[in-house]
């Protein structure tokens, strides 16, 4: 059984720094793609980052650029989230994704409707 499992989440003052993290089990990690998306009250669904399993090709919304970075530890079979100066408008349900990579991963990366399997979230809240 896929499961993914996000942990991490919590309270923070603007400007503080979170990470996140997803650990994965039930599928072999060797080559997905696995995102973060994040669903803040009203709005929709977004792509914050994903990562290449196989080559470690990363990927990032504009909102977020210079400020999250993700990683992944293959040997563990998890994927991190950092997240520095945060922002108010950081503050949403963080969700960890993953899907096989079959190719131009770039073309569908921040498609949430691509993604088949789906963590539980982790609450993010960012307090001004």
């Known amino acids: 059984e896929v499961q993914l499992v996000e942990s991490g989440g919590g309270l923070v003052q603007a400007g503080g720094s979170l990470r996140l993290s997803c650990a994965a089990s039930?599928?072999?990690?060797?080559?997905?793609?696995i995102g973060w998306f994040r669903q803040a009250p009203g709005k929709e669904r977004e792509g914050v980052s994903c990562?290449?399993?196989?080559?470690?090709?990363?990927y990032y919304a504009d909102s977020v650029k210079g400020r999250f970075t993700i990683s992944s530890d293959n040997a563990k079979d998890t994927v991190y989230l950092q997240m520095n100066s945060l922002k108010p408008e950081d503050t949403a349900v963080y969700y960890c994704?993953?899907?096989?990579?079959?190719?131009?991963?770039?073309?569908?990366?921040?498609?949430?409707?691509?993604?088949?399997?789906w963590g539980q979230g982790t609450q993010v809240t960012v307090s001004s």
């Open positions: 994704a993953a899907e096989p990579n079959r190719g131009l991963l770039r073309l569908w990366v921040f498609r949430w409707g691509e993604y088949d399997y």
């Open positions: 990562i290449s399993s196989s080559d470690g090709s990363t």
């Open positions: 039930g599928f072999t990690f060797d080559d997905y793609a």
